[in-house]
C-alpha cells in the first residue's frame, strides 16, 4: 500500500514530502528546505531528470531518526506539483 507522509529534518533546516511504496522504496520526494520552504527537489524514481533531484538511496524503513507525519495523497499532490513547477520554472 503507497503511503505519504512527511518529515523534518532539522541538521538542513529542511522538510521532506514521501510518498512509498508498499516494498517501502521511495517513489517521488519532494524537498523543501529553510523558512521559506523553498523548494529544492521534486524527484520521481521513474524519471532521472537532474533538475528534479534524486529519490532517497535507501527505503525508507532504514532511515534513521525520522519522525513521520501522515498526508493524504492530495496533501502531497498538491506540494508535489507546486515544488515541480518552482524547479521546472528555474530553468534558463
Given at each position: 500500500?503507497?503511503?505519504w507522509?512527511?518529515?523534518?529534518?532539522?541538521e538542513?533546516d529542511?522538510?521532506?514530502?514521501?510518498?512509498?511504496?508498499?516494498?517501502?522504496?521511495v517513489r517521488?520526494?519532494?524537498?523543501?528546505?529553510?523558512?521559506?520552504?523553498?523548494p529544492i527537489?521534486?524527484a520521481s524514481?521513474d524519471?532521472?531528470?537532474?533538475?528534479?533531484?534524486?529519490?532517497?538511496?535507501?527505503?525508507?524503513?532504514?532511515?534513521?531518526?525520522?519522525?513521520?507525519?501522515?498526508?493524504?495523497?492530495?496533501?502531497?499532490?498538491?506540494v508535489?506539483?507546486?515544488?515541480?513547477?518552482?524547479?521546472?520554472a528555474l530553468?534558463?
Open positions: 500500500m503507497t503511503r507522509f512527511r518529515s523534518y529534518w532539522g538542513e529542511t522538510w521532506f514530502y514521501v510518498e512509498a511504496g508498499d516494498d517501502g522504496w517521488r520526494q519532494v524537498e523543501l528546505e529553510g523558512p521559506a520552504l523553498r527537489a521534486a524514481a524519471d532521472d531528470d537532474a533538475r528534479y533531484g534524486f529519490t532517497a538511496e535507501l527505503p525508507v524503513s532504514d532511515w534513521e531518526g525520522h519522525v513521520e507525519e501522515p498526508l493524504t495523497s492530495e496533501e502531497f499532490d498538491d508535489w506539483a507546486t515544488a515541480r513547477r518552482h524547479l521546472t530553468e534558463p
